[in-house]
């Protein structure tokens, strides 16, 4: 197992290396830079001396430096938490980041919980109580949750809560929290805001698990292992939780790579739609106005949390089944 | 049966050590030569940790030998231990892969006999395939409660045991 943490974490340092560069000269790519639309509102306004300041602009920001000097720059910065000055507000990204960082952590991670734990439970449900009312019902929600949008779900939600309860459901927390130090009372209000789009988040994703887990135990539950578990009078719950839900838990294990980088990325529409303060309508600023150093430095996250959640998953995956597949073969 | 001594390819062994000093390098570096944050230190270090420790362990390899004797298996090296197969009581055989289809990976042995600390050989150990093979015997013959994964390892290897499945 040594052998192969060591293999993997080796391996992410040239991933990651490679992706950081692609990502920040892609975003540089298109003409123009974050200043081009700062300096046609000057422009637009009036402003003789924009050209002027366009010029400190970019000396402040360094766009008057050659692409791969930025570059190298901005991974320096990574190791003293430095990412660089962002164009939106002339403030370092690092100080940026922070609390949304801490507020999409937080509802990532709520939203992976509900996924997990409400798909486990109506899952197996579904799959040990096999096309009668509760597997049927437990289908439905599925196929509804898969087909209905995220963003969607989210504006009808914003709709029924305002027309017909009078709430306001945006926001992460009530208006007098914002721009405060954390406290109890703004942890509860985090927590109440939370429960509407950790749903709306986690709704596809649960739908889906339900449809996985549930096919994949029903898989297991016909094979003749579990058959003769029954014969041989081994309680049906022990039965049950020993083998087949060990293999057709794969799905959760596997998923944790695909499930991390949501975190940082992820729900990007709908934080747009129900005005959450987290990091997914920055990034879509940021990428608008190619504001490359915190463009970089949330795809950077993506890609550090993807290659550690594939990491964790693998490992995890590897000590639920350590089995050859059939036509894997191994070096010796 | 005669005795067989066993050693890791030099090959891998240097391969091995290539990685961990790549690793040792990559993590010690910058806590060394950057002012590096608080946070970030701390994660260099657990690799750096996690590297050096594979290096003691490759070295570790490097200075050990297996026997494979008629009823023993002895690994004498700086942690060396015995296991003797009449009272062999554990055998795992797992596979990894550090790929996403986990082909090219390779097979772990663990063994241990009562009262005895396990030995642990990787398939990258030249005869590793008679060890296997002697193991399952002895656990055949011992009546060693063997895991599904297990059996499934020995019969890609073409190593079928006959017995019961451990499902307690």
């Known amino acids: ?332 | 049966m005669s005795s067989a001594e066993l050693r890791y390819p030099r090959q891998t062994l240097w391969a091995d050590y290539l990685r961990a000093a790549a690793g040792v390098l990559l993590c010690g570096a910058p806590l060394l030569l950057l002012d590096v944050n608080r946070w970030l230190a701390g994660l260099l270090l657990a690799g750096f940790l996690l590297f050096a420790l594979f290096l003691a362990r490759t070295a570790l390899r490097h200075h050990t030998r297996y026997v494979l004797g008629p009823d023993t298996l002895c690994a004498d090296g700086p942690a060396g231990t015995l296991v003797e197969w009449a009272r062999l009581d554990r055998l795992k055989l797992s596979y990894f892969s550090t790929k996403r289809d986990r082909s090219d990976g390779w097979m772990q042995l663990s063994i241990g006999s009562t009262g005895g600390r396990m030995v642990k050989v990787d398939s990258s150990l030249d005869g590793f395939h008679d060890i296997v093979e002697r193991a399952a015997r002895a656990a055949e013959a011992g009546g060693v409660g063997l895991s599904e994964a297990t059996r499934a390892n020995l019969r890609s290897m073409g190593i079928s045991v006959a017995g019961q499945e451990e499902l307690a």
């Open chain 1, 1 to 332: 197992m040594l052998n192969f943490i060591v293999r993997r974490v080796l391996l992410m340092v040239p991933t990651l290396f490679v992706i950081s560069a692609l990502v920040y000269f892609i975003i540089d790519l298109p003409p123009g830079d974050c200043v081009t639309s700062q300096i046609d509102e000057l422009l637009a306004r009036g402003d003789a001396d924009a050209l002027v300041r366009a010029d400190e602009l970019r000396a402040l920001y360094g766009l008057d430096q050659p692409l791969w000097q930025r570059y190298f720059e901005w991974v320096g910065g990574i190791f003293r938490w430095d990412f660089g000055l962002s164009c939106q507000d002339t403030v370092p990204v690092s100080e940026l980041i922070g609390e949304r960082m801490a507020l999409t952590l937080i509802m990532e991670s709520s939203t992976i919980a509900f996924i997990w734990i409400v798909s486990f439970v109506i899952g197996v449900y579904a799959a040990t109580h096999q096309y009668r009312m509760g597997d049927y019902v437990a289908s439905f929600i599925g196929f509804v949750g898969l087909s209905v949008p995220n963003f969607l779900l989210a504006l009808v939600l914003l709709y029924v809560g305002k027309v017909y309860f009078g709430l306001s459901i945006g926001g992460l927390m009530d208006p007098e929290y914002i721009d405060k130090p954390f406290s109890w009372g703004k942890f509860v209000s985090v927590a109440e805001h939370l429960i509407i789009p950790v749903i709306v988040i986690g709704m596809s994703g649960t739908a889906g698990m339900i449809r996985r887990l549930r096919a994949n135990l029903l898989d297991e539950l016909q094979k003749q292992y579990v058959v003769t578990g029954r014969a041989k009078g081994l309680p049906p719950m022990r039965l049950l939780i020993k083998y087949p839900l060990r293999h057709a838990i794969n799905p959760f294990v596997a998923d944790i790579g695909g499930l991390l980088p949501d975190v940082i990325s992820g729900s990007v529409i709908v934080s747009v739609v129900l005005s959450l303060p987290t990091t997914g309508p920055m990034l879509l600023g940021a990428l608008k106005t190619q504001d490359v150093n915190l463009a970089a430095t949330f795809l950077l996250f993506v890609a550090v949390l993807t290659v550690i959640g594939m990491l964790i998953s693998d490992l995890a995956l590897a000590a639920l089944d350590p089995r050859i597949r059939f036509g894997a073969t191994s070096e010796k």
